[in-house]
């Protein structure tokens, strides 16, 4: 009589983990856990980008939960919008809270993790894009077109990593909220490239470069640290290289077939850490992006610090 007891407690236990896996995932493979996870590190940024910088209040605000207790972010407030510019992007900020939700009613995801949104974040690394220290330093949260070029910085990435994360993923769930994710953040993408592209040829204030030949700069310097060739490309172009070798203004980026680039989350956090390794956070993620696939390269830089 002394063995039902263990076996049920052994059978419930069982249960308990399975259904726990179950639920905590979806039943979705665990590539495809990590795959939509990953984003999560994005879309935080900007919910918080968007958020703060046209309301003056962040998630922490709005949507505490979506934080899942994660640390507040640096540095990051209200941008001087005018009132288009500031309705455009409240509508992104409110957005990014949809997409978190999405996300993390599908796979368990973790805390924010801290983010880096200081100003002189985004000015090193406009000054790292235009190769040397701009005077006075280059402020996102100054001007509409500030505001418009930072934003240029983020979106896209976020938009190149699910175009590269959909052919890996095998589940019809996980495929379905990457096609919903990439929709409206290309959608983003599109609408931020048109507005500067309307500015194209004005100067960036007080600087003597334009808008266009900034967010090529931007898109070099992109290039530079993914370090997987051309996925990037600014607002004019040469014409060999804007839609079928045709035509030099380039509202939107695309390979020769006009198709979006993809890229890895490998190459994603070369370019968010600005410091072109996964293994060495910085940039807008001082202590490293969040979730299993960001992690594993922080751990390896952790052997191999340890190993020198
Ligand atoms: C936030 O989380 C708390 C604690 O789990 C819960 O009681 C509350 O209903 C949640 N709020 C929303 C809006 O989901
Ligand atoms: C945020 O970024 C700025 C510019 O790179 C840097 O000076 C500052 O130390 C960073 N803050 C943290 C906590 O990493
Ligand atoms: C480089 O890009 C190609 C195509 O976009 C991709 O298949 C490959 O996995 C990338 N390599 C790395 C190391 O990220």
Sequence with gaps: MAFPIPTTALITLFLFLFLFRVSSGKGLPDSDVDLLEFPLNLEYLEADFFAWGALGRGIDHFEPN???????????KKAKLSPLIKDIITQFAFQEFGHLRAIQETVPGFPRPLLNLSAASFATVIN???GKTLEPPFDPYASDINYLLAS???PYVGLTGYVGANPKLKSSTSKKL??????VESGQDAVIRALLYE???SKVHPYHFTVAELTDKISNL????????????GLIVKPAEGAEGRIAGNVLAGDKNSLAYDRTPEEILRIVYASGKETHPGGFYPKGASGNIAKSYLHHHHIEFNQV
Excluded at 66 to 76: A, I, N, W, Y
Excluded at 225 to 233: A, I, P
């Design 178 to 183: 990457v096609a919903g994710l990439l929709g």
């Design 128 to 130: 790292t894009a235009v």
């Design 199 to 201: 500015r194209a040829n």
């Design 66 to 76: 979506l934080t899942k207790g994660g640390p507040k972010p640096l540095g990051v």
């Design 222 to 233: 992109r290039d530079k640290l993914g370090k997987n060739g051309t996925k990037d490309e």
């Design 152 to 154: 240029y910085l983020i």
